[in-house]
């Protein structure tokens, strides 16, 4: 069991820390400081999971792309909209943001024990390079057009993108990142066609690309909102889990995968701005839809800044009461 986003703004340790650091970007790439939130949620819950504390777009800011957390507006980041924009990203030789990163990494792997399982990530393709187009958090209809149109700096983009996801990664998992996750935020809003080309075969590069270097190593896919279609992400990427969104059952979900493949999710993150027993019910009922051994527990999205922490020590708590059979 962990949670997306354990490690942010609903915890005031947290924002102790960011203040400290003076953004949210610095926090990234400050080793001891972004260990020290990388392991907080740890302290405070019975989580198995610490995933790193960093960001997606740490991938376009390494290639040369400008990025600005403005507060309250989310990112901003420097586009990219011409085949001589895609030429002036870098995609090798050495990256001081990824040092930074890798370095947290192996602070917080010095820091957990043994039971504790470090992940690592990095965003997919799709999701990435929709950011790198629009400038930010917008519709993505810029980033569909311009796949659409697939001009022939978008494989160029998108090869890149993968290049680097690939070094960014190899650089968590040499320094102790024991599995990884791609987040494919932006998936669901694909049309099921153009899922292949756009989610499955990037993804699937990157896969081969840590695999090829660490043979079987065990990866997260999370293909937010595709809903029928999470079954061809699995057996078209190889994933060893993937991740659901709430508003698809795990139970639906799960007989569709093959075998080896474990579910990842997926209890409402609005259940933690309820009450107890609703909480309680949300566990249950995502729990009794999955066998233990083929599920990981999480939300079936980020956490959000105005969940009081407490009701994660309940969360816990019910996950654990549930596995003791006192749920
Ligand atoms: O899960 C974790 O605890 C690990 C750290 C992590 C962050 N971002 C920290 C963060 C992870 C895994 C991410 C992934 C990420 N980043 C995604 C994919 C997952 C998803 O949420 O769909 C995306 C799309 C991003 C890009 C991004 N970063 C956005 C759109 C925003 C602004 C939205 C917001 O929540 O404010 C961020 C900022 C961000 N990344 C914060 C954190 C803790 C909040 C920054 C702050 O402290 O102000």
């Not at 001081?96 to 947290?104: D, P, S, Y």
């Not at 698809?248 to 569709?256: E, G, H, N, Q, R």
Request: with cysteine.
């Amino acid at each position: 069991m962990w949670v997306m986003r354990q490690a942010g703004r609903y915890l005031p340790e947290y924002r102790a820390v960011r203040e400290k650091a003076g953004s949210f970007l610095k926090l990234c790439y400050n080793p001891e400081l972004a260990c020290e939130v990388t392991l907080q949620p740890l302290r405070r819950y019975d989580f198995d999971a610490a995933i790193l504390f960093s960001d997606i777009l740490v991938v376009p800011q390494a290639m040369g792309l400008a990025l600005d957390f403005k507060e309250g507006e989310g990112p901003i980041l420097q586009t990219v909209s011409s085949s001589t924009d895609v030429a002036k990203l870098r995609s090798s030789g050495s990256f001081t943001e990824f040092e930074k990163v890798w370095e947290t990494v192996g602070l917080a792997k010095s820091q957990l024990d043994a039971d504790t399982t470090l992940i690592g990530f990095c965003g997919a393709p799709w999701t990435v390079v929709s950011y790198m187009i629009e400038g930010g958090s917008s519709d993505r209809k810029r980033a569909l057009a311009v796949a659409m149109e697939q001009p022939s700096w978008y494989g160029a983009l998108i090869d890149k993108v993968v290049e680097c996801s690939i070094v960014y990664l190899l650089g968590q998992i040499r320094a102790g990142a024991e599995t990884v996750q791609i987040f494919d935020s932006w998936a669901g809003d694909l049309p099921p066609v153009w899922l292949q080309r756009l989610v499955v075969e990037p993804v699937k590069r990157i896969v081969d690309g840590v695999r090829a270097v660490h043979t079987n190593f065990p990866i997260i896919v999370f293909a937010r909102g595709v809903g029928e279609q999470h079954a061809s992400i699995a057996g078209g990427t190889s994933a060893n889990a993937i991740g659901v969104e709430e508003d698809c059952k795990l139970s639906d979900v799960l007989p569709t995968l093959p075998s080896s493949v474990a579910v990842q999710g997926n209890l409402a993150p609005g259940l933690l701005l309820g009450d107890r027993d609703g909480l309680r019910r949300g566990v249950a009922a995502v729990l009794n839809g999955v066998p233990m051994g083929r599920h990981i527990f999480n939300l079936g999205h980020g956490i959000t800044p105005q969940v009081n922490p407490e009701m994660v020590s309940e969360l816990v708590k019910a996950v654990r009461d549930f596995d003791s059979g006192h749920l």
